[in-house]
């Protein structure tokens, strides 16, 4: 009689089958629907907007639901020191730990030259996207939704690079569970993650348009810790090395990330 881990490991094979034959019918369709539209026409109007309509249909529609069904199933949803996106996927990971409220951290944060971000709705996207093709600035451009404890981020700050929206430093705060404990018996009343946007492109798993990030997310977390400190003399900090193992990885739009592992807890 097979075990449990046994079935568990056959159905995990069973759904990466799945998922990739509906990566591959996927393509599939998409190959064939370009094919008939390049034979029927060359290059017209039609056969733009096809290939747009066909790509805003996978891109949006399809591929997202695709990821949200079968994370559900192979993502563990619990603490693993990594935050997850609105379709399941593992996101940015959790590099910043705070001791204070969130009032604290908005003066802080504003003391150290810090902007806090607009709400992600119709609106602030338009914004953001006319900002970006216009090459114009917008301070409080909106971030994407990141979840940890099953909620998306309290608060959001960031910082321009050459009054861009392209580039920038960002960081986003989760509320602590009252009660939570984190790995080791550490407590805190915040968790962060900080990354660095570095341009924009296209996702790897969905092709939706998103920021891609600086590899080395250690050098971001620093920063954000840097401007603390250097802003207020009394904030304090306290690293734990190797709160979770040094690794190489991939965030939700599919770039490289990598991290010493170390968490520092920022005393406000």
Same mark, same amino acid.
């Given at each position: ?93 959790v590099n ?8 604290d951290i ?28 216009? !090459?114009?600035? %917008? ?7 990141? /979840? @940890?404890?099953?909620?998306?981020? =309290?608060? $959001? ?20 569970? !009252?009660?939570? %404990? ?7 009343? /915040? @968790?962060?993650?900080?990354?660095? =946007?570095? $341009? ?20 971001? !977390? ?25 690794y190489h ?20």
């Amino acid at each position: 009689m097979a075990t449990k881990p046994t079935k568990l490991r056959h159905i995990l094979d069973t759904v990466l089958i799945i998922k990739r034959l509906a990566v591959i019918a996927l393509i599939a369709f998409t190959a064939f629907i370009l094919y008939r539209l390049l034979i029927n026409t060359v290059l017209s109007r039609s056969v733009i907007f096809g290939i747009i309509t066909l790509w805003a249909f996978s891109a949006y529609i399809v591929l997202p639901r695709i990821h949200r069904l079968l994370t559900k199933i192979y993502i563990p949803n619990y603490f693993i020191g990594r935050t997850r996106t609105g379709d399941g996927l593992l996101g940015d990971p959790v590099n910043l730990a705070l001791l204070g409220s969130k009032r604290d951290i908005e003066q802080a944060m504003k003391k150290a030259g810090w902007i806090e971000a607009d709400q992600l709705n119709a609106t602030s996207t338009w914004k953001m996207i006319t900002a970006s093709l216009r !090459r114009k600035s %917008y301070p409080n451009a909106p971030v994407s939704s990141l /979840y @940890l404890f099953g909620n998306k981020q =309290d608060l $959001a700050f960031q910082q321009e690079v050459n009054g861009s929206t392209k580039s920038r430093h960002h960081v986003r705060f989760w509320k602590v569970p !009252r009660g939570w %404990y984190l790995p080791g018996g550490y407590t805190c009343d /915040y @968790l962060g993650a900080a990354t660095f =946007d570095t $341009a924009v492109g296209v996702s790897l798993y969905t092709f939706q348009v998103t920021h891609r990030i600086e590899e080395d997310t250690d050098i971001e !977390r620093d920063y954000v810790i840097q401007s603390l400190t250097d802003s207020n003399k009394k904030i304090t900090v306290d690293i734990v090395k190797n709160f979770t193992t040094g690794y190489h990885s991939r965030n939700g739009g599919g770039d490289t990330i990598k991290t010493d592992g170390s968490l520092p807890f920022i005393h406000l």
